[in-house]
């Protein structure tokens, strides 16, 4: 799944988002996708799963991140979205840290 960033006033794209998916199909035949994301942090969902499953989800990740953004990304820091700006990729944002009056000087 992408995600496009447009900016409001000029109307031009200024970064997007990748949410790598993850298609499966049981036995009633309804295909859905689901994010790779949910299915190795959601215990009930990698329960639905056999081992083989899991493993090709992991090299789908590493595929889909690799041509989605230039380098391919294991699962052992998996996000949920990949955001990017026209520089390029951008990690996880963390609100700052608070620094103490009492501690800054």
Known sequence: LIEVYIDRQTKRPI???IIPMWTSCP???NYRPVPIYDILTDPSLASAYTTRDLERVT???????????GTPLS???IEP???FNKEGFLRRQEPAVKIPEELEE
């Open 59 to 69: 090299e789908v990740h590493e595929h889909i991140t690799g041509v989605m953004l």
């Open 81 to 83: 979205v990949y955001r």
């Open 75 to 77: 699962t052992d820091m």
């Open 27 to 29: 036995m009633d035949g």
């Open 15 to 17: 970064g997007g988002g």
